[in-house]
């Protein structure tokens, strides 16, 4: 299989992926407090038609409403390679997402913008430098940055130039509601696994991502709301990623991820803060962020640099 992607046709397929293969966002108004004393139940949340259904799903992923959404989630990364899977490093993830509703009744369209900065396992103490768990190499982490990435969230279903993860059907369990989604994908790989057997074992991607997010079925139903406040969580796994360097090791990457949508960067702990600045400034201005980006892609080009450099030595 030729390793001759361009990078239009690269991002087109794994544009659509977020660090779990996710859509983020979603944050309240300020004053959105619902007056109504009455208990909510499952009997007043209406999924009967496409178009409501869609409604619901948009509210608790996002919005309803031309607004700007922020969510911040912690991932855990680990390595499976045939045994206990293995704590690698873990990652803070910041998602911007841009709704707005579209003229087809029920639709929406978000723009989704998201970055993460990797840090030591279970901490918030940022690294550029990892000793590999399995080789006991060191190698370095590229920053992982996406965006921007444009999907449409219709009655019919999501629409995407690449790979995005589908909704399931609605569930409200006790007095919340729960909106699952997947994205069980394959497709080419950058790096063959001939001419680049230290960074790939394998000729095609395996990208399976799981994501639920979870809202207070008050705020689904309250009115004033245009994004009902969600609880975000998530798991994936996928190929090795070829920055690992894992190329002959058989295996796969797990991630487990949490968080929540909230009000912006000003909610970010200052440490925390002060990394995505350092690592990841592109976050801190979406508007003037318009060429589109991927971790895996920009690491490819470098690498395809890397190699005419030395080559043309």
């Keep these: 299989m030729s390793n001759k992607i361009s990078r239009r046709a690269a991002l087109k397929n794994l544009g659509a992926l977020g660090a779990a293969g996710i859509t983020l966002g979603a944050t309240a108004p300020v004053d959105a407090s619902d007056d109504n004393p009455r208990h909510y139940t499952i009997a007043d949340l209406d999924l009967s038609t ?22 911040f989630l912690r991932f855990h990364v680990y390595g499976y390679a045939g045994k206990n899977i293995i704590p690698f490093f873990s990652l803070n993830n910041y998602v911007v997402q841009k709704w707005q509703p579209m003229a087809e009744p029920g639709s929406y369209q978000v723009r989704h913008y998201e970055v993460g900065y990797y840090a030591e396992f279970d901490t918030d103490k940022p690294i550029s430098h990892w000793q590999n768990a399995i080789t006991g190499e060191t190698i370095e982490l590229e920053q992982f940055v996406l965006g921007p990435v444009v999907r449409q969230y219709t009655p019919a279903g999501v629409k995407s130039p690449g790979i995005a993860p589908k909704p399931l059907r609605v569930n409200v369990i006790g007095d919340r509601v729960f ?72 295996g796969r990457i797990m991630v487990r991820a949490f968080g929540t949508n909230f009000s912006g960067f000003d909610a970010l702990e200052p440490n925390v803060r002060s990394a995505f600045e350092k690592y990841t400034p592109e976050i801190f201005d979406t508007d003037n962020w318009t060429d589109l980006r991927f971790d895996s892609v920009d690491y490819y080009q470098k690498m395809m640099a890397k190699k005419k450099r030395e080559q043309a030595q």
């Design 179 to 250: 909106v699952p989604a997947q994205s069980i994908e394959s497709f080419p790989n950058m790096f063959s696994p001939e001419e680049w057997p230290e960074l790939s074992n394998e000729a095609v991607i395996y990208w399976d991502s799981m994501y639920t997010y979870s809202a207070s079925l008050r705020d689904v139903l309250n009115p004033k709301l245009s994004s009902a406040p969600a609880e975000i969580h998530a798991q994936n796994l996928t190929s090795w990623h070829p920055y690992l360097r894992l190329g002959r090791t058989p």
């Design 50 to 71: 496409p178009e409501m259904r869609n409604q619901v799903i948009a509210k608790v992923m996002g919005s309803i409403a031309e607004e700007e959404t922020h969510a």
